[in-house]
């Protein structure tokens, strides 16, 4: 009987509790000013939190190629061949010119990449942790559009869910050279896209006369900054003019010149020298097996984002409310994550990190719909979205501990073996056997990160070489460090 009673109390205290809670929240919840305070401070945590990952992580992979300016040496068998270390800015036009020629057509992100190499490692990681943050907020502007009301659940939920399914994060948000590629060219080309979304809300974009040559010229950036995601980008722009004149907006001409430009960008990195020699080195499947892999990967990353987004228009669209759900916008944006992920068949080569660009457009169409919902002011959907929120932010506090804590144990590594270096050539010591340094801990900004192998020829090795101004490394046994 005692403890039936005691029971009975505990349940009422906690209920009363609870609904305090919540209570608050609805509060907090329809005030803006309560929600920008909030969307402000995950800013500044998200700032601190990349930053910190961002300086546990070294230089590897292409780094070291880019701190030199690039050649074209018709005389040597390799494609890719540098001369003297960038010292320039001169020096980086110089190098993107061969660059085009013999690597790729991204000469604007690597542009970016060897000026941040000019600059330093420590710059670079206050620029990407700043990206880092424009990213998460440029995917809540889209997600968002024009309307007023801001929503710190929703902020949190596209900055856990890019922590959480952020492909290769090691290579595409923490790698120097992989990061400027992928979460820069993101960040390029959502802004492009920004004005194309916020005029479709109401057929409006103040300034547009000063903002017209800033357009055209993020809208070339965009094109020319990734082979299939700035495809995807121009699809997704065309589209926009399309529902302008459906909805009966008048058509600006920013936003055909701006497409105009961006396929100019798009042609002018795809035409170049080098993407034909890369593709023929690249080239590792059957015709048939690639495109199989192609599209069970699709299936595999994108179609639980399509199922997300399918029973959230089931919900809004069963809640019948007043105002009635735009399905249009969330339907544009996942085709573009599609057509992103499908324009890749006409590739030969489908790297993980590739899928950076897709997943984060996949994302933003199911947090548009996450909004709308939110917006209908319904408690049993708000209380369910904000204890999903504070579940997902503890299994995200975990994940990033246990990548924090090996990235330390990593970098000491990397710090002892930098050292051990430096020291033998000051000895004289020109020619070296060095540890590999790798982890099994997937969210360490050094998972999957490749290091030196066993053949002082390996691209990796000969470029770490040539960056410290030794003969040769070798991977093998070093107990001296």
């Not at 060897?114 to 710059?123: I, S």
């Not at 034909?276 to 048939?288: D, F, G, K, P, V």
């Not at 040769?472 to 070093?478: A, D, K, P, R, W």
């Amino acid at each position: 009987m005692l403890l039936a009673k005691l029971q009975s109390n505990l349940t009422e205290k906690c209920g009363k509790a609870v609904d305090k809670f919540f209570g608050a929240a609805e509060k907090a919840d329809k005030n803006n000013r309560i929600n920008i305070a909030v969307i402000c401070i995950a800013c500044v945590i998200l700032f601190a939190l990349s930053f910190f990952m961002n300086s546990m992580t070294h230089l590897s992979l292409d780094d070291y190629a880019y701190h030199f300016i690039f050649i074209e040496d018709a005389d040597s068998a390799e494609v890719i061949n540098t001369g003297d270390r960038v010292e320039s800015v001169s020096d980086i036009i110089t190098s993107m010119k061969a660059h085009y020629n013999t690597v790729n057509g991204r000469i604007v992100l690597h542009f970016i990449v060897q000026l941040m190499l000019l600059w330093g490692k420590p710059v670079f990681n206050v620029f990407n942790s700043v990206f880092m943050v424009l990213l998460v907020a440029l995917m809540y502007l889209h997600c968002k559009g024009k309307n007023k009301r801001q929503s710190a659940p929703l902020f949190l939920m596209i900055a856990f869910a890019v922590w959480s399914f952020v492909p290769s994060a090691s290579l595409t948000v923490f790698w120097l050279d992989g990061s400027i590629n992928y979460l820069w060219g993101s960040v390029f080309r959502l802004i492009a896209l920004l004005p194309y979304r916020y005029y479709y809300d109401s057929g409006k974009l103040p300034c547009q006369a000063l903002l017209f040559v800033p357009i055209q010229l993020m809208c070339a950036v965009a094109g020319s900054a990734n082979e299939n995601m700035s495809a995807a980008f121009i699809g997704v722009a065309f589209l926009f003019v399309i529902l302008y004149r459906i909805k009966g907006h008048k058509i600006p001409v920013w936003s055909v010149t701006g497409i105009v430009v961006a396929v100019a960008g798009y042609l002018f990195m795809m035409l170049a020298p080098a993407v034909s020699i890369r593709l023929e080195m690249n080239y590792q499947a059957t015709l048939l097996k690639y495109i199989v892999i192609v599209l069970s990967n699709v299936v595999i990353r994108l179609v639980p984002f399509l199922g997300a987004a399918l029973i959230l228009a089931y919900i809004l669209y069963a809640l019948k409310a007043k105002e009635k759900p735009c399905f249009v916008l969330p339907g544009i944006y996942m085709l573009g994550a599609f057509a992103g992920a499908l324009i890749m068949l006409a590739s030969t080569f489908f790297p993980e990190r590739a899928w950076f660009g897709i997943v984060m457009m996949a994302i933003i169409s199911v947090g548009m719909l996450v909004y709308q919902l939110i917006q209908r002011d319904y408690p049993l959907v708000r209380n369910l979205v904000l204890v999903g929120v504070l579940g997902w932010a503890m299994w995200c506090g975990v994940s990033y501990a246990r990548g924090a804590y090996d990235a330390v144990l990593v970098d000491k590594k990397f710090d002892k073996r930098e050292a051990y270096i430096i020291e033998q050539v000051e000895l004289g010591n020109y020619d070296l056997t060095l540890r590999a340094i790798s982890t099994d801990e997937k969210r360490s900004p050094h998972y999957d990160v490749a290091d030196i192998g066993d053949n002082p020829q390996n691209y990796r090795n000969r470029y770490m070489a040539k960056y410290y101004g030794l003969n040769s490394i070798i991977e093998g046994e070093n107990d001296e460090y």
